[in-house]
């Protein structure tokens, strides 16, 4: 029986399962839990998912969520996955699960908080909130520097030294693609400081295409209907005081 | 060379991974890390881990840190461990992973949430927030009500049904003992309405004598020095409304 991908394009957990599957040949089933109906909470998904939340699989009878998780899995059951997306050594595992890990409470929280906070909530029936946009900005720019001077350390392309991605790079990259959803100057004052970063997201972008473009097409789709309804010199929740010059635009 | 742990007892990830090397018979040596002197943030601790946190572990060059990590880590690199702390089967290693991404969003956060802007705060120099606190607590009510419906479904004594312990219930029972921080009557209001909780913790308790005792001493030391400085009566930080009735006492 196919694997089935319980899934929302806009969420970037979501993107990243199902651009793991499309970079590795997995045959799989793409069933859309639509977040914007809240279908995460219907009876049905949660016979999947009794947390409420994208993503989530089937695989024959074997139900499984949260995405690192699921990433870990989808490495280990389909032999077809080269060996890089999640080694097999000991001590290189265990460094990815170490980013994982760190992702969670630091990448994750700084990125959701930000985006939901400062632009995307209205969208989703929740006030913004500057304060929190606020907090949130300044963890998402500590673990940008983090992944800059920890995890990007060294002369590899990908995280951990590495010449090759693995499943920690679709995971963090995935995340801090949601950042298109904010206003342009917002995206590039958190990321133009951080010139190891937008490489590092360009390597991932060119070692997972064309899949990569694909999945994000919903992303870049959200992004366009958000701008026309945000017109340029409206304020946005965020506190875009600009105090970093722009290096470069992603 | 024999395994160093670098921790603070003080710290639930820490006593985790401290907990889970005494029940395994893992020779180690542990190294305090003090936290209320900020040892985590001196220039020697940041060689062992740049982002400042306990716990962290080398091992002969290896350097770890992020205690689910660490804890997987162990588990497969000390031939001594047995099986089910972490199973080689695919499918429960599988489930013990999505127990482990789960807790970072939302056990963990609600409980250190809770401990630390309800009760914890003033010790460590920042104000108490009763609104956080309250926050906080609604995030650890619901994950504990996940837990019971979710992860202790079924008849087993531990997570995922399983009749021995697995580094998941090491790793979120450790993090549910930090409340003992909390004043009885907040602690009762959050953990009385769960009664599978109670005795999910008290099996783990059970399975991991003397160790567990002894590895939290610490804490029990900390709640009575805590106890003290906020004699009965005096109010905490915690808005301890007592809305549900005490149905048995930790």
């Not at 949660?46 to 989808?74: C, Q, T, W």
């Not at 929280?109 to 029936?125: M, T, Y």
């Not at 693995?166 to 995971?171: F, K, L, T, V």
């Not at 990259?173 to 990321?191: A, S, T, W």
Request: proline share 6%; with cysteine.
């Amino acid at each position: 029986m196919k694997l089935k991908v319980f899934a929302d394009r806009k969420s970037q957990p979501s993107r990243a399962v199902i651009l793991f599957c499309k970079v590795n040949g997995i045959d799989f089933e793409e069933i859309k839990v639509d977040l914007m109906q809240k279908k995460q909470f219907s009876p049905e998904f949660k016979e999947i998912n009794p947390m409420g939340k994208v993503p989530a699989i089937v695989d024959g009878r074997f139900k499984l969520f949260e995405s690192h998780a699921i990433l870990i899995y989808l490495a280990c059951a389909f032999p077809g996955v080269a060996d890089h997306w999640y080694p097999a050594d000991l001590f290189k595992r265990a460094k990815i699960h170490s980013v994982l890990d760190w992702h969670h409470s630091y990448l994750r929280r700084g990125s959701v908080g930000i985006v939901l906070n400062g632009k995307l909530g209205p969208a989703l029936g929740l006030p913004l909130n500057p304060q929190a946009a606020a907090e949130a900005e300044k963890l998402l720019s500590s673990s940008l520097s983090k992944i800059e001077s920890v995890w990007l350390k060294g002369s590899g392309k990908f995280l951990l030294g590495s010449n090759q991605p693995s499943i920690a790079d679709i995971s963090l990259v995935c995340e801090l693609m949601q950042l298109e959803i904010l206003d342009d100057k917002d995206r590039n004052r958190l990321l133009g400081p951080h010139k190891k970063v937008q490489q590092w997201i360009e390597s991932t972008k060119k070692a997972t295409r064309p899949h990569f473009d694909e999945v994000h097409k919903t992303l870049y789709e959200a992004k366009e209907k958000l701008q026309k309804q945000s017109p340029v010199g409206e304020d946005s929740g965020m506190k875009s005081s600009l105090k970093t010059p722009l290096h470069s635009k992603m």
